[in-house]
Every structure is written in structure tokens, then in C-alpha cells.
């Protein structure tokens, strides 16, 4: 770059296309997608245990069988929280020592204000559907997947790619949603394996799915120069 | 009494609203960094623009006196630091200066002229 002045009515194009590749670069620098999905992924990985063994099964003569989901209600709130924390903590961190400021803010109070509104949805789901029981049809059920932690997990990430302007992860976590909206995270596959294993192998495929994501941003991660 | 031929107002044309002290390659450039990244350190400003210490030093007296950034010097451990914050003021210069800029690129579109 020259330090000379710009004369009026030089290349304004070139000008502004400078300004853009410099404002394009700092979003680049400040990302760290990899990071923000490793501990996601880290989170949903850890989560499993918590659900099985959390998880209160009382199956009738009939062979159906009901199920509360404890270990989900524990866990994921104070997960999530921290997740969200962490990730802010680390962006913070990394851009401060690529001498720049963060832009993480947004993305972690979105995914605190989503981790509360499950809390609320699941504590009130059950507190009120064991005394009422009811069939919900195929839509609501989307609803449910949506505000499950997997759900919402993909709905925060959607407001990351929107700040950090990032193609690639809008592109993932369009993915990821259609995967965790596709998995029935709230009733079960159907394996052989048990009511437990049904709820295990959908989050296993969301664990991966995340942990697939933070090794690819970070193979194509841009290295401080 | 004279009658004065009619030309292009130049009071018009976008390049007359363009502020020197924005618009100038490094300046601009530092003001967008600082801009999109809320507060920028010294060394990255140098490193991106590629510029000395002495010269980005130099610009960024130009912008402080101009009122459009601010400097802060601090320490982290040992080793100082300099950040470098965008002004409200400095954050509209910025924004006039690309509207101007976009001005100047439609006014050249449209007239068909290089």
C-alpha cells in the first residue's frame, strides 16, 4: 500500500474493493468456528452418558413403555450456559491476541436466551404432560426437535454465521439442521438395542456431525500472518 | 451583466464531498479495519497495511488530531500495546466516504467515461 492521496475522481472502484478485501480479512481473523464446534460437539459427545444413565424408563405389560428424560434436564441447561461462556471466552481471547476486538457477543446471549427457553419448555413438558397425556401430530414434534439442546444448538449457530458473515458455516449449520430436525431426537430411533440406545444414537450422530464441522474449519482455518 | 454558460454543477459532484483527510489509501484503510474489527492493536494495522511503524504513525496522528479515532497505549504483561478505537465521528466520515465512493462509481457508469 502507498501512502499517497487519492486524487478526487482517481479509481473509486479500486478504492472501495481495497476497503472490502481489509473489512473481509478482519472477519476472517476474528473466526473461530472450530473452536465454537469442537466445544459443541464436545458438550453433545459428554451429554449421552448423562441422558442414559439420567433417564427413568417404566415399560407396562402392555409393551409400551414411558419415559422422563432427567439426565437431559440436568445436564443440558449448565452445559450449554458454560458451552455458550467458553466460546465467547475463547473468541475473545484469540482475536485479543491477533490484535483485534470480538464480535462474539451476540451469539452467546442468543444461545443463553434458546438454552432457557428449552429449560422452560421441558420443565413445563414435564410438570404437565405425565398427568395429561397427548399424541401430537408430526409438526409439533419438528417444534420439539427445534427447541431440543440439538435443536437449539443449530438455531444459535445460524446467528453466528449471520455476524461473522460466513458462507461456509451457514452452509454447515444448514446441514446440521436438516440432520438434527430429520433425527427423532425426542421419541427415539427404533434400534435393537433399547428405549436408551433409541435416544443415544440420534445425539451420537449430532456429536459427530459437530465434530466433523470443527475439523474441517479448522484444516481451512486462516493462520495469523 | 454576464451570462455564464451552463455547465455541471460542480457543487454536485460526489468527488467535492470527499474529505482529504479520509480519503487517502492508508487512512481509509485504517479506518475500515478498525471499523469492521470494533478496536484494532498497532501491530496488526502495520502487518495488514504493510507499513513501517514510523509511517502508520504518522497516519494515525493525522486521524486522532482529526477527531475521528481514538489511541489507547496500555500494557499486557510487559509488552505494550496500542489500541485503536473508531470515534463516532470517525465511524460517519467512514460511511461518507464509501457513499461518496458508490457516487462516484455510478456518476462514472452512467456517464460512460473510464
Redesign the interface.
Known amino acids: 500500500m502507498t501512502t499517497e492521496s487519492m486524487p478526487a475522481g482517481g479509481d473509486p472502484r479500486r478504492l472501495l474493493s481495497e476497503v472490502r478485501d481489509l473489512a473481509r480479512g478482519v472477519r476472517r481473523d476474528q473466526r473461530l468456528t472450530w473452536a465454537a464446534l469442537l466445544v459443541l460437539a464436545v458438550v453433545t459427545l459428554v451429554g449421552i452418558p448423562f441422558d442414559w444413565f439420567g433417564m427413568s424408563v417404566r415399560c407396562l405389560p402392555d409393551g409400551s413403555c414411558e419415559f422422563a428424560r432427567r439426565g437431559v434436564l440436568f445436564y443440558w441447561p449448565p452445559a450449554l450456559l458454560l458451552a455458550y461462556a467458553a466460546i465467547a471466552v475463547s473468541y475473545v481471547r484469540a482475536a485479543r491476541a491477533r490484535g483485534l476486538g470480538a464480535r462474539v457477543l451476540p451469539y452467546a446471549v442468543t444461545g443463553a436466551v434458546l438454552t432457557v427457553l428449552f429449560t422452560a419448555a421441558w420443565v413445563a413438558a414435564a410438570l404437565y404432560f405425565p398427568s395429561h397425556p397427548v399424541r401430537f401430530p408430526s409438526s409439533v414434534l419438528v417444534l420439539d426437535r427445534l427447541i431440543a439442546p440439538w435443536g437449539i444448538i443449530g438455531l444459535a449457530l445460524l446467528v453466528l454465521a449471520r455476524i461473522e458473515r460466513n458462507v461456509a458455516l451457514l452452509l454447515f449449520t444448514g446441514g446440521y439442521l436438516a440432520v438434527a430436525l430429520a433425527l427423532p431426537t425426542n421419541v427415539g430411533l427404533s434400534t435393537p438395542w433399547g428405549i436408551r440406545a433409541d435416544f443415544a444414537v440420534p445425539q451420537l450422530i449430532c456429536g459427530l456431525v459437530l465434530l466433523l464441522g470443527a475439523l474441517g474449519f479448522a484444516r481451512t482455518r486462516r493462520r495469523p500472518r | 451583466m454576464t451570462t455564464e454558460a451552463a455547465g455541471p454543477d460542480p457543487a454536485g459532484h460526489p468527488?467535492?464531498g470527499?474529505d482529504?483527510v479520509v480519503?487517502?489509501?492508508?487512512r481509509?484503510?485504517i479506518l475500515?479495519?478498525v471499523?469492521?474489527?470494533?478496536?484494532?492493536?498497532?501491530?496488526?494495522?502495520r502487518?495488514?497495511?504493510?507499513?513501517t511503524a514510523g509511517?502508520l504513525s504518522k497516519?494515525l496522528s493525522v486521524l486522532e488530531a482529526a477527531g475521528l479515532i481514538k489511541v489507547e497505549k496500555g500494557y499486557e504483561g510487559r509488552r505494550g500495546?496500542t489500541w485503536i478505537t473508531l470515534t463516532p465521528a470517525g465511524s460517519a466520515a467512514l460511511a461518507e466516504e464509501?457513499k461518496r465512493?458508490?457516487l462516484?462509481?455510478g456518476k462514472?457508469e452512467t456517464s460512460g467515461h473510464p
Do not use: S, W
Not at chain 2, 471499523?35 to 494495522?45: Q, T
Open positions: 468527488a467535492n470527499l482529504e480519503h487517502q489509501r492508508v481509509l484503510g475500515a479495519i471499523h469492521e474489527a470494533r478496536r484494532a492493536e498497532f501491530g496488526y494495522l502487518t495488514e497495511l504493510d507499513l509511517n497516519h500495546r464509501i465512493l458508490k462516484l462509481i462514472v
